[in-house]
Structures are given as C-alpha cells and as structure tokens.
C-alpha cells in the first residue's frame, strides 16, 4: 500500500516536472496568465487615479484579479495534452491518478507564482495597506489552492470538449463562488487588521473546500480521463 | 502471457464500427490485424491497448494463469501509432527520459545511447522534437515504446513515414519480439501482412 503511493507521487511529480518544463520552454500558460494579471491592474490603478480605495472594494478586487488570471491560464495544462495529441500517449503510460495530481502539482505552483507578483504589484498600484499580513498569507495561500483545483478538474473536463474557453469560465465560476466569498471576507478583514483569530471560519471553509474538491476530483478523474 | 479478445463491438453513438471481434494470440508469437479503410483497425488497436472502452466485449490479459486487472493492461503495451504523438517541445532524449520513468524503469543512459544511435539519431537527440522530420519522429516513437521491454508491441501502420533503413529496424524490432514477446500490427500493406503468423481480417 505505501509502496504504491509512493510510486504514484514519484509518477506525478514527473509528470510535473515535465509540464514545468514544457511551460518554462513555450511560457504558454505564464505569459497568459501574467498579461492578463498586469493588464488589470493597469487598467484598474489609471482608472481610480489616486484615490484610495476601502477594503470592502479592494478585496474582491483583488480576488477578480486573481481569478480571471488564474482562469486565462491555468487550463491549459490539460487542453495542450489534448491540442498536441499527446493525451493518449500519457493515458498509455501513467495511471489517471498520477495524472491529476502532476497536474494539480503544476497548477498550484502556477498560481502561487502567480499571487507573488501579483500581491506586491496590487499593493503598491492600489496604494493600499495591509493590516494584518498573517491572515492575508493564510487567505492567498488557501485561496490559490483552492483556485488550482478547482481549475485542474474543470480543466481536465473541458478538455476534451469542442468549446473549451466558454466552457473553462462558465464552469468554474459556481464551483469557484464558495472559495471567493471567503477568500474576499478574509482578505477585508486582514485589510482592516483584524485578529487572526476573526478568520478562521474563513480559512476552515477554504481547507475543507480543498479537501473536498481534491477528493472528489481523484474519485471522478479516472471516468473523466478515459474515452 | 496470452492475450484473449471476446465478442469485441465497438459502437459510435449509432454507428457500428466493430462487430463479435474474436482472437487469441500467445507469446511468443504475431499477429496482424486487417481490413479496408474505416474498418476498424485503429478502432480494434486502440480497445487493445486500453485507449478506448469497448461497446461489447472485453480483452484479457492472462500471465501464469492470472488475468491481469484491466485498469492495469494498458502498462503492459508498448504502442506506435500515427494518433500517438510526443512532445514536440521537448527534445528526443527528454522525451525517452521521461517515458522511462515515469514508466517506473530506471533510465540506462548507455542503453539509451545505444538505442538512439541504432535508429540513426545519434548527434540530433539533443533537438527539440519539432525540428525533426515524420521519419524521424517516428523512429523516435518506436525508441519510447520498446525502451521499456514491454511483453505486447502492437504498431498501427508500422512503417509510415520510414525510409528503407528505418523499415529495417522496423523489421528487426518485429522479428526481435516475435520471438521473447508478441507483436500485433494493424496494415494493409502487403510486406507487414507477411510479418505476422497469424492474421485477423476485420469487415
């Protein structure tokens, strides 16, 4: 039993490292991701000017920012295995669920890289504070787990369909809705220097939304992932 | 090892694609499987190797007398095949390394060399994988479905795209498993038919 899990880690960090390497040689899905995160925020720092917005806007602004980022991007990571055809030579040679998690490996250092540029960039255009910098780590580091893996399965569903971009955002915004809500509730209250303490209904929610949604995403994989 | 097909159908929503396909094959041994065009040979090749499920039917795997869980035949093929592609972003020796591994084989650099130089890729194994031309790529194939010994080879159009020393080393590797594994290819082409002892015709 432990054998076989640890052969299926070794198998997914493989998988990993060969995805890190086709996105560090083609930045298909960093370049996406990034102009989109910078574009944004651009955009949303020349139209405010130097009015200095309250936590009530800046959180979900964020939070959007992050999101569609994470949605121009992180999709990609299933749709080139389908695009260059090499989904069945993967199906014939790893077992699903070393799949999803190399997958899921990627899309979560994706993001995490994604939220270390965008943080600091997003302080410093909305010239905004932060309060209490321990919930805001917490929230972000929950929140873009959670994002990861909502976004690998919806990512490994859409795949294989015709219209995978509609597809990509109209599926996981419902899925998504649970961890935004609690993502922006925390993020206000780490703007407004809150206890730690205040947020951890929030972070409980996003943890056991993670637990969940990996789970779920290993159970209906092998179904997904097979024709 | 013994490789059982039963009753195989394969439908496409209304479309009947493959009908009571029966076989047995052996190690070692060969088998080539044929038909027109649109018969069904991918269709036949890709429900073998676990790629797709069939409508009806189902495919055995038998070794010392156990039957080897379906979720875990497909590890036991090695496959080349025009709908099988590698990473074109990757180079030939980043793709072998990569299906050694994760294939669970220790990668044996000096095998592998070999490997790449008995193909007459020696020098180019260092080039991205869109560089190279179809016969190429198709040599590379091969070299990521042997690389790992696997006990059942199954080509569909084994020498596409190959020029006459690569439809050498086509030969050789068939000859080569026919004899410690099995081989099952999908052709028309008269000279592979003649590479399989036995020989399944699909309508």
């Given at each position: 039993?432990?054998?076989?899990?640890?052969?299926?880690?070794?198998?997914?960090?493989?998988?990993?490292?060969?995805?890190?390497?086709?996105?560090?040689?083609?930045?298909?899905?960093?370049?996406?991701?990034?102009?989109?995160?910078?574009?944004?925020?651009?955009?949303?720092?020349?139209?405010?000017?130097?009015?200095?917005?309250?936590?009530?806007?800046?959180a979900p602004?964020l939070w959007i920012v992050l999101f569609f980022s994470a949605i121009?991007?992180l999709?990609?990571?299933?749709?080139?295995?389908?695009?260059?055809?090499?989904?069945?030579?993967?199906?014939?040679?790893?077992?699903?669920?070393?799949?999803?998690?190399?997958?899921w490996?990627?899309n979560v250092?994706?993001l995490i890289?994604l939220e270390?540029?965008?943080?600091?960039?997003?302080?410093?255009?909305?010239?905004?504070?932060?309060?209490?910098?321990?919930?805001l780590?917490a929230v972000v580091f929950f929140g873009g787990l959670a994002l990861a893996s909502v976004a690998t399965i919806i990512?490994?569903?859409?795949?294989?369909?015709?219209?995978?971009?509609?597809?990509f955002a109209?599926l996981s915004f419902p899925i998504a809705l649970p961890v935004l809500l609690s993502a922006i509730h925390s993020t206000q209250?780490?703007?407004?220097?809150?206890?730690?303490?205040?947020c951890?209904d929030d972070l409980r929610v996003l943890f056991s939304f993670n637990v969940v949604i990996v789970t779920t995403a290993?159970?209906?994989?092998?179904?997904?992932?097979?024709? | 090892?013994?490789?059982?097909?039963?009753?195989?159908?394969?439908?496409?929503?209304?479309?009947?694609?493959?009908?009571?396909?029966?076989?047995?094959?052996?190690?070692?041994?060969?088998?080539?499987?044929?038909?027109?065009?649109?018969?069904?040979?991918?269709?036949?090749?890709?429900?073998?190797?676990?790629?797709?499920?069939?409508?009806?039917?189902?495919?055995?795997?038998?070794?010392?007398?156990?039957?080897?869980?379906?979720?875990?035949?497909?590890?036991?093929?090695?496959?080349?095949?025009?709908?099988?592609?590698?990473?074109?972003?990757?180079?030939?020796?980043?793709?072998?390394?990569?299906?050694?591994?994760?294939?669970?084989?220790?990668?044996?650099?000096?095998?592998?060399?070999?490997?790449?130089?008995?193909?007459?890729?020696?020098?180019?194994?260092?080039?991205?994988?869109?560089?190279?031309?179809?016969?190429?790529?198709?040599?590379?194939?091969?070299?990521?479905?042997?690389?790992?010994?696997?006990?059942?080879?199954?080509?569909?159009?084994?020498?596409?795209?190959?020029?006459?020393?690569?439809?050498?080393?086509?030969?050789?590797?068939?000859?080569?498993?026919?004899?410690?594994?099995?081989?099952?290819?999908?052709?028309?082409?008269?000279?592979?038919?003649?590479?399989?002892?036995?020989?399944?015709?699909?309508?």
């Amino acid at each position: 039993m432990a054998s076989s899990v640890l052969r299926l880690l070794k198998q997914s960090l493989i998988v990993f490292r060969k995805d890190f390497q086709l996105e560090f040689r083609t930045r298909y899905a960093l370049n996406a991701i990034a102009l989109f995160a910078v574009t944004t925020l651009t955009v949303i720092s020349f139209s405010i000017g130097p009015t200095r917005l309250n936590s009530t806007v800046l959180a979900p602004l964020l939070w959007i920012v992050l999101f569609f980022s994470a949605i121009s991007g992180l999709a990609h990571v299933f749709v080139r295995e389908e695009e260059q055809q090499t989904a069945d030579t993967l199906r014939l040679v790893v077992p699903p669920t070393a799949v999803l998690l190399g997958k899921w490996f990627f899309n979560v250092a994706l993001l995490i890289g994604l939220e270390i540029i965008v943080l600091p960039l997003f302080f410093i255009m909305m010239n905004a504070r932060v309060e209490s910098l321990d919930i805001l780590l917490a929230v972000v580091f929950f929140g873009g787990l959670a994002l990861a893996s909502v976004a690998t399965i919806i990512a490994a569903i859409i795949a294989i369909s015709g219209s995978r971009g509609a597809l990509f955002a109209v599926l996981s915004f419902p899925i998504a809705l649970p961890v935004l809500l609690s993502a922006i509730h925390s993020t206000q209250l780490a703007l407004e220097g809150a206890a730690f303490i205040d947020c951890l209904d929030d972070l409980r929610v996003l943890f056991s939304f993670n637990v969940v949604i990996v789970t779920t995403a290993i159970m209906v994989f092998e179904f997904v992932w097979r024709k | 090892m013994k490789i059982v097909v039963e009753n195989i159908e394969k439908k496409f929503r209304y479309h009947s694609v493959l009908k009571d396909v029966n076989f047995e094959l052996q190690s070692p041994g060969s088998l080539v499987i044929t038909g027109s065009n649109g018969s069904g040979k991918t269709t036949l090749v890709k429900i073998l190797c676990g790629l797709l499920s069939p409508t009806k039917g189902k495919v055995r795997l038998i070794k010392n007398g156990n039957e080897i869980p379906a979720a875990e035949q497909r590890f036991h093929f090695g496959l080349v095949g025009p709908y099988l592609q590698l990473y074109k972003d990757l180079t030939a020796w980043e793709n072998l390394l990569f299906f050694a591994k994760v294939r669970g084989t220790q990668p044996d650099i000096d095998r592998l060399k070999n490997l790449i130089e008995s193909v007459g890729l020696k020098g180019r194994e260092h080039e991205e994988l869109k560089n190279y031309s179809s016969g190429m790529l198709q040599r590379v194939k091969y070299l990521t479905a042997i690389y790992h010994e696997p006990e059942i080879l199954v080509l569909d159009e084994p020498t596409s795209n190959l020029d006459e020393a690569g439809k050498n080393f086509v030969r050789q590797t068939i000859a080569a498993q026919s004899e410690k594994g099995m081989v099952i290819i999908a052709t028309n082409e008269p000279e592979e038919v003649a590479l399989g002892k036995q020989r399944v015709e699909i309508a």
